[in-house]
Every structure is written in C-alpha cells, then in structure tokens.
C-alpha cells in the first residue's frame, strides 16, 4: 500500500517561517506535488519536485530527497491568508499520472 | 486558458436516491480527467481516473460509477445513495503525465454532498 504521513496540525506567527514536512512509502514514485486548500474550496497547485533538491516559487519553496522519502514545503514571510491545509502528494510510476494524497496539514497563522 | 466547470454546487439527497454529477474541461484536448472525494477532515482519495472517452479506471470498490460520453465531459453517477457517500467531490484534469514538466492537476470548484 501507499503510505503518506504528514503532521495533523501546524500554527505559527505572522510574518514567521514555517516548515511543513511529508514523509512518503510509496511502491513507485514519479513526482511529488504540494496542494493549497482553503476551507471549503478546491486545492490549488504549489509545487512539484521530482529530482533531490530545493524549488523556489517566491515565498513558496519545496525540498525534495527521494532516498529519504522526504519531502517539506516552507512558506516565508506568513500572512493570515496562508492559514489553509497543505496536501503533499505522490505521483505514482505507471499510467494515468495518478496522485496519491497525504490527509494534509492544516496551518493556523496567527498574529 | 483552461477552466473546469462542476455541478451542482451543492446537493442534498435521500439515502436510496440516485445521484448525478457532471464536470467539464474547457480550452484543452485529451486531458486525463479524474473523480475524488474528501470526506470531513480527510484527505482526497482518487474514486476514478480516465484517460480517454470511455476508458474508465475505478480504484475503490463502491456504489458509484463513472463515465466519459465525451473528450472533455466527466460524469459520476450511483444508482442508490449510501449516508456514507456524504463528501465534498472533486473532479480534476491533467494532461498526459508523459512530459518533462509536472502536469499537475487542476482541480473544479467541487461538489458538497450531503446524504440524509
């Protein structure tokens, strides 16, 4: 089976840094993603990263290590709109560019 | 650009009923079209994906089906409604997942499902 495990519950300040990380077992693997979800709406893309290292987007970066099975997205400069759930999900070797979710991370900014 | 449309937004159904929900890309080809629920405070689980007109891949056993009557057009469907369908739906499109790049998946704005 496929196993992603990241923590239930995060908060942290306004204007802060925060690290959010995912841990994966997968049976193959072929990228991995990190979704934003707002209470109630659709999750919106963040970042993919398929090979080891850091990808910037902004305040927004994403760090990959594939022999760990780690993964973590670190959000800069927080604001309150970023209190949302952060999903990490695995893209799996095969057909049909499946993705399979973490339960996701809720994050509280807090001033 | 491309856009994906859901609906309803919103539904209230009797156990027993049955259900139908319909999602459309526009302003792309060929795209890998997929179905997931979110049930409270729960991650998304893939129900099925396709990737073509009539090719439909389930990967839960369930009440429900899927189908694809045309390139852009995704329809989940059950005969008879369980409580336990109760969820938030999410349709999503990609494309093939063959390329260099992510062909991350964008997803509808949902659909919250409420069985009574």
């Known amino acids: 089976g496929q196993n992603i495990d990241q923590p239930t519950e995060m908060t942290a300040t306004e204007g802060a840094i925060v690290q959010i990380n995912c841990t994966y077992q997968?049976?193959?693997?072929?990228?991995l993603f990190w979704y934003q979800q707002h209470a109630g709406e659709a999750p919106t893309f963040l970042s993919y990263n398929v090979l080891d290292g850091l990808e910037e987007k902004g305040r927004f970066s994403s760090f990959l290590s594939r022999s760990k099975g780690y993964s973590y997205l670190l959000l800069k400069e927080l604001q309150m709109k970023d209190s949302a759930s952060y999903l990490c999900?695995?893209?799996?070797?095969?057909?049909?560019?499946?993705?399979?979710f973490g339960t996701g991370t809720q994050l509280k900014v807090e001033l | 650009s491309q856009t994906i449309h859901q609906w309803p937004a919103t539904l209230v159904q009797p156990v027993g009923s049955p259900l139908s929900l319909e999602c459309t890309v526009e302003?792309?080809?060929?795209?890998?079209l997929y179905w997931y629920r979110q049930a409270a405070g729960r991650g998304l689980q893939l129900l099925f994906y396709s990737v073509g007109i009539g090719q439909i891949s389930s990967e839960v056993p369930q009440n429900l089906s899927a189908s694809r009557p045309q390139d852009r057009q995704f329809i989940l469907s059950s005969k008879k409604l369980l409580l336990s369908d109760s969820g938030f739906y999410l349709c999503?499109?990609?494309?093939?997942?063959?390329?260099?790049?992510?062909?991350?998946?964008?997803f509808g704005p949902g659909t919250r499902l409420t069985v009574l």
């Open positions: 997968t049976s193959g693997f072929n990228g």
């Open positions: 999503a499109w990609s494309d093939w997942g063959g390329s260099a790049d992510g062909d991350e998946q964008f």
């Open positions: 999900a695995v893209r799996l070797t095969g057909g049909g560019n499946k993705l399979t």
């Open positions: 302003g792309t080809s060929n795209p890998n």
